[in-house]
């Protein structure tokens, strides 16, 4: 005699490796999605974090040798020298988030940088940018304001309010004669 199936796609419901449990996988996926993309996101963030800080040494350091082999307007004008540190940082930054510090001092040994950050608000009217001359010792401070997006690496590494991260980068330097 001949059996009659009561479906007539019960032979792929059936097949050898499927179970019973339609549903699960997207449902694990679901549960496992949302840790997973924090954890890339954070990833990310946090090399974007690094990528900046190098850049924005870098960029210290070149307007440092601009100023101190008295390329033109570097040594009195503020808006220069942040022109000159935006030209030198990676494409995604914000040259609206460059604050610029420049003072002189008698030596080496007394140049120190100035914390413009007062229980966690940034201060940027705080900032003065001295003008310098031959053979002064000059100190100067580049700092950036970094915005964080994801809630768990700001809640770190965060020191100014808004889930935001001042970085500071320093270089002090004798002008040239």
Known sequence: MLKLRKHRWTFIRNRPGRSGKSGSVALEFAILFVPFFFLLMGTVELMIFFVVSGSLDDATVVAA?????????????????????????????????IFVSGERYGSFSE????????????????????????????????????QFFTPFIGQFFSNVEGNRRLMVSSFAFRNEP
């Open 65 to 97: 040798r601009n100023i101190r082999t008295d390329q033109p307007g570097m040594r009195s004008d503020v808006s220069v020298v942040r022109t000159t540190i935006c030209d030198s940082l990676v494409p995604f930054t914000n040259c609206n988030n």
């Open 111 to 146: 140049a120190e940088p100035f914390d413009p950050i007062n229980n966690r608000v940034f201060n940027p009217a705080s900032l003065e940018y001295e003008p310098n001359f031959n053979n002064d010792i000059y100190l100067l401070t580049v700092y950036y304001d970094l």
